[in-house]
């Protein structure tokens, strides 16, 4: 029989893709989910137990977490990655490593072919087939539930009529966690003038009033929280996220293009990647000179729109990586977070690379490193562009 890897996750399509892969096509089916840091390990033991009782010949969870930490989210910090302002590339940037992690197993144990349960009307269809197609160009890609363009109650009623009884009731709202967020969909997202009520979020408001936070950082990396220093920055990450989730704090809506070309609206709540980037930001502005901060802001955008648009294997990721990286030297430092119900403020920094070196000058108060004179010829050399401007065009 030819086997073939599932990118499983234990929901309904890949459910449908278990029973069809086997019983239609005569595959020999192995379950794989591969886990970016949003499952726990009870939930892992219920989705193991899932496949199995499908009829998966066998079922691995592969734990990408770290690499998805080294490899991608470091890169986002650098970068302070918000697409269109807003997202941080929660989701999107995880499907990548889940995929790469699936050709890896496919290839160690000598798959014929891989499939996915992606519908064919969003992004994540897109992710896995260029994923799949580029590392492993020799295997064959199935995908039941978007080829045959079956509708829930269909793979429901396919589902029942193999002797599959489970709870298959639809949640109200689609919640997909992670590492770096939780998207959240549902009705309101698929309108452009309603938002999600306080119901669809996974989490809830807990505290009142308002509570102080400390990031520390070392060369752009989150190190410490709250004066308890992380050897292991994925630890650090949970941190701030055990302390922001209970304020609410990360919930929007992001709009944007798809990597079909329409436009597609999601819910999010990413309470410790919020944070991190704007108190790395901030940091940045301290300790930066002004075309660091120009041209990191460019590359990062790029950076954001090619992890979302599933071009993560483009040999330019490599070269901003670099940049970004190198850029990071003097990034060190603390910064004063403020939390409150559904928000936060950013109070201030203190690092040993602050420009804001009073040594040379206090901003609208006092100058120790220039006179009056050599602002007058400054300021009359910068204008010359403008004054002959001027002169000429009247």
Not at 65 to 75: A, D, K, L, S
Not at 186 to 210: F, H, I, N
Not at 294 to 318: C, D, S
């Amino acid at each position: 029989m030819k086997k073939v890897v599932l990118a499983y996750s234990g929901g309904l399509d890949t459910s449908y893709c278990v029973k069809y892969l086997s019983d239609e096509l005569g595959l020999e089916v192995y379950t794989a989910i591969a886990n970016t840091g949003g499952f726990s390990p009870e939930e892992l033991v219920v989705i193991e137990e899932k496949a199995y009782a499908l009829g998966a010949k066998r079922h691995v969870t592969l734990d990408v977490t770290g690499e998805y930490y080294e490899q991608c989210i470091r890169y986002m910090v650098f970068g302070n990655v918000l697409r269109n302002k807003t997202y941080p590339v929660s989701v999107s940037s995880e499907r990548t490593f889940q995929a790469l992690a699936i050709v890896r197993y496919a290839k160690e144990i000598g798959a014929d072919a891989l499939a996915h349960g992606s519908t064919g009307a969003g992004n994540d269809q897109v992710r896995f087939d260029l994923c799949f197609s580029v590392f492993a160009p020799d295997m064959e890609i199935i995908t039941p539930t978007r080829d045959l363009r079956l509708s829930r109650e269909d793979e429901i009623a396919y589902l029942k009529a193999k002797g599959v009884e489970r709870d298959w009731t639809k949640l109200v709202y689609s919640i997909n966690k992670g590492l770096w967020g939780t998207s959240v969909g549902g009705r309101e997202t698929l309108t452009s003038d309603r938002s999600l009520p306080e119901e669809a979020y996974p989490s809830s408001l807990q505290r009142v009033g308002e509570e102080e936070l400390t990031l520390a950082f070392e060369q752009g990396e989150l190190c410490a929280v709250n004066g308890k220093t992380y050897a292991d920055k994925i630890e650090a990450i949970r941190a701030v996220e055990a302390l922001a989730t209970p304020w609410a704090i990360g919930r929007d809506t992001h709009v944007g293009d798809t990597i079909v070309g329409i436009k597609g609206r999601v819910g999010f709540e990413a309470a410790a990647p919020l944070i991190i980037i704007k108190a790395h930001e901030l940091l940045e502005k301290h300790t930066l000179t002004k075309w660091q901060s120009y041209w990191k802001e460019q590359l990062g955008n790029w950076y954001g729109m090619f992890l979302h648009e599933a071009m993560y294997g483009e040999p330019v990721m490599r070269d901003i990586e670099k940049f970004l990286e190198h850029s990071q030297r003097s990034v060190s430092g603390e910064v004063r977070v403020l939390m409150r119900p559904y928000h936060f403020d950013l109070l201030g920094c203190h690092s040993p690379h602050d420009l804001m070196n009073a040594s040379f000058a206090r901003y609208g108060e006092e100058n120790n490193a220039w006179t009056a004179e050599d602002v007058k010829g400054f300021t009359r050399i910068l204008s010359m562009p403008l004054r002959i401007h001027e002169a000429v065009n009247k």
